[in-house]
């Protein structure tokens, strides 16, 4: 007699490459065995996997991608009783669905939501399982409440991913938001350049290897041959585009005498390979395949979108494929002359999505038809869906002041943009830990900050004064970060009893300036001219005060890193900086005070000295207050995880829209 035993699955978090650790059986399953390799288990039609008392557990996978186990029980003693269990679970959508042999014993469980509606789980990870798109449905045992989340293969094209390269804040993003989505599950891979610039940063490099599956990209007048790198690390397939255009002196982008000019083309080849690399690189022995979720961040990875809906659609690939844009600085749109276009490697047709029109007053000259075209406009209209990296930059890109330029296509689309705050690599960013601090701390010991602070100065040949406001300022000297503000602001806020640090490279002159400041102020500012990771540590950990006075921000993550490190910023409230700092009221919660820091506005320097008074005032006279903003700061929740989750919800909605632009 053929019988069946109701058992509860479980299938939960799997960072380790045992496919068994990541089912769970919490009731009546005796043993489990463990493949040796776990691809076999992962995509082979229907495998064993286990137990259930003597009989065999099995694994499958349906056509759709759902999971399904099995287990056929010989013997008697279980019979009515179980089917009775086994109904009410049903009902209850605890077991979610049944599959019966012509004896009419239950011989299977599907895993499909009772109500086929999809929710999102938000503890689990099985990274390990990696089928594409796989439904998974979990029981949780004691809450009775079954749940489904989807995994996507997800790949992200960049031009910086942390820590292999970095100029700002994009390297930190597309070198944790990755992470996280892979512990959540997905099937993530990070397409960028393999950059060499004959410095000790290539060593970054040095545990990717060749993949040895070289592809033909048809662009600029020619066939240029790229080579593919590949490295796994923390779940994450980073694969990196080789061709010798990446391989010179200087940053990611120019040397000493600007930007390179050959940029679009550097990042033309970067989005026809990223294109193939779903299609071709056999990571981990399989494909990413076609039905992938790509995240092009920012204009050089803008030509995805309308490759996937130029190049691929109309040959019936990548139908499945949805794109997003994620927009991290509007400002920068890659544009260039409209007779590069036959250069991108797309139909003579699309010339439309990509052509730019500059206003007359940005016309060279008269007779300067103004003719150009822009890769970030040409992902705004072909995108499936788009996303800035704070909510309230969202808004300012579909305004005349923050559209720069685009704010009409944008406000065109706006039922299709989200703002989902950065989160932080909390694991690099944590003052208990850091090891690039002198001395660690937490919200629980606070105490150890000031040696922080005074580890800094003598670092730095200040004076040792542990109760002098330390001010610090981190970032890019560019327009972008108001340095303009701040140097008009210098005279006065050197007439306070303050010192002043400032670490940052770009703009030649506010980097002479800085060194020009230094002189003239020896006692009180240091200007540390470069980009240096390990001091811009030692700055947030041992200021006071972070000064952002940034003209626009999508979100910013100094500020997000200050606060972890109890360090109050004062920020222009714009963007992301808005969002995240939250203005100092002493009066709230009964006397106790909330916020985090201040925000001023309008950014003018008469609006950033009084609040950078006022927090100096706070730090000198008003301790406990100060001590709440710190602690307030440091417990913040900033983890990518948080992020992750509202990004699978933007995946969710884009799969739910056919494709934006289809060849249909
Ligand atoms: N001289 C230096 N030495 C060492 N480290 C330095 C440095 N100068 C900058 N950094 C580091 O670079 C990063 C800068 O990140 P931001 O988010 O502040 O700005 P960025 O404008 O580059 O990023 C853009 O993308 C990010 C990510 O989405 C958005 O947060 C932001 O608003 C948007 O302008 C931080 O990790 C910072 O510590």
Avoid at 23 to 48: D, E, G, H, I, W
Avoid at 401 to 430: C, F, M, P, Q
Avoid at 613 to 628: D, N, P
Wanted: glycine content about 10%; some cysteine; charged content about 20%.
């Amino acid at each position: 007699m053929t019988s069946t035993i109701p058992f509860v699955l479980h299938w939960t978090t799997c960072h380790s490459h045992s496919f068994m650790e990541s089912v769970q059986m919490t009731t009546k399953v005796s043993s489990c065995k463990s493949f040796s390799n776990p691809l076999q288990a992962k995509f082979n039609n229907f495998r064993v996997i286990g137990q259930v008392g003597f009989a065999p557990l099995w694994c499958s996978r349906s056509r759709s991608g759902c999971l399904r186990l099995r287990a056929s029980i010989s013997g008697g003693g279980i019979g009515g009783s179980q089917d009775a269990v086994e109904e009410e679970k049903q009902e209850k959508g605890l077991i979610l669905g049944t599959e019966r042999d012509g004896s009419g014993a239950v011989i299977g469980f599907h895993l499909i939501p009772q109500s086929g509606e999809v929710e999102v789980n938000e503890v689990n990870s099985v990274k390990d399982i990696n089928i594409n798109n796989l439904k998974e449905a979990e029981e949780i045992e004691g809450e009775g409440k079954a749940q489904t989340r989807i995994t996507y293969n997800i790949v992200f094209v960049t031009a910086e991913a942390a820590p292999y390269s970095k100029t700002g804040g994009l390297g930190d993003v597309c070198g944790s938001l990755p992470i996280a989505l892979a512990a959540r599950g997905h099937r993530v891979m990070v397409v960028s350049p393999r950059y060499l610039n004959g410095s000790t940063a290539d060593k970054n490099f040095a545990s990717a290897v060749d993949l040895d599956s070289r592809i033909k990209v048809y662009c600029f007048g020619g066939v240029q041959e790229v080579d593919f790198f590949h490295e796994y690390r923390d779940g994450v397939d980073w694969v990196f585009v080789d061709h010798p255009s990446y391989h010179r002196p200087g940053t990611l982008y120019g040397d000493t005498r600007g930007a390179f000019g050959d940029n679009q083309f550097r990042f033309t080849l970067l989005c026809h390979a990223a294109c193939e690399a779903p299609l071709v690189l056999p990571l981990g022995g399989f494909t990413y395949g076609e039905k992938c979720v790509f995240l092009a961040n920012d204009w050089h990875a803008s030509l995805v979108p309308v490759l996937l809906a130029a190049k691929y659609r109309p040959y019936g690939v990548y139908k499945d494929a949805r794109s997003i844009l994620v927009i991290h600085n509007l400002s920068h749109q890659g544009v260039e002359s409209a007779a590069t276009y036959q250069n991108l490697g797309l139909p003579s047709e699309w010339y439309g999505a990509l052509e730019w029109v500059f206003p007359t007053w940005a016309r060279t000259h008269a007779l300067d038809p103004g003719l150009a075209v822009n890769l970030l406009k040409g992902a705004v209209v072909t995108a499936d869906r788009i996303l800035t990296v704070s909510q309230g930059y969202s808004w300012e890109i579909t305004t005349v002041e923050g559209g720069y330029g685009l704010h009409e296509l944008l406000s065109d689309r706006k039922s299709i943009i989200n703002g989902i705050t950065n989160g932080i690599d909390v694991a690099e960013w944590d003052p208990s830990s850091d090891e690039h601090i002198p001395y660690h701390y937490s919200v629980e010991n606070i105490s150890e900050k000031v040696q922080c602070k005074t580890a800094l100065q003598k670092e730095l040949g200040l004076p040792i004064r542990p109760d002098c406001p330390l001010i610090g300022f981190i970032g890019r000297l560019d327009y972008q970060k108001g340095i303009d503000l701040i140097r008009s602001a210098i005279p006065e806020i050197m007439e306070d009893d303050v010192q002043f640090i400032m670490l940052g490279s770009g703009d030649p002159m506010f980097e002479d300036w800085m060194r020009a400041t230094e002189l003239a102020h020896k006692e009180k500012f240091r200007g540390w001219v470069g980009f240096n990771v390990p001091i811009s540590h030692k700055i947030t950990a041992g200021c006071d005060i972070l000064l952002m006075p940034s003209r626009f921000e999508p979100c910013g993550l100094n500020q997000l890193y200050a606060m972890r490190y109890g360090t109050v910023p004062v920020v222009h409230g714009t963007g992301g900086l808005r969002d995240t700092v939250k203005n100092f009221n002493p009066y709230a919660q009964e006397g106790k005070g909330e916020g985090t820091g201040w925000t001023f506005s309008p950014l003018t320097k008469e609006s950033m000295l009084a609040a950078l008074k006022i927090a100096v005032r706070t730090y000198k006279e008003h301790k406990s207050s100060w001590e709440g903003l710190m602690r307030r700061g440091m417990r913040r929740d900033c983890t990518w995880e948080n992020a992750a989750i509202q990004y699978e919800q933007v995946f969710e909605w884009a799969f739910i829209d056919p494709p934006y632009v289809s060849s249909d």
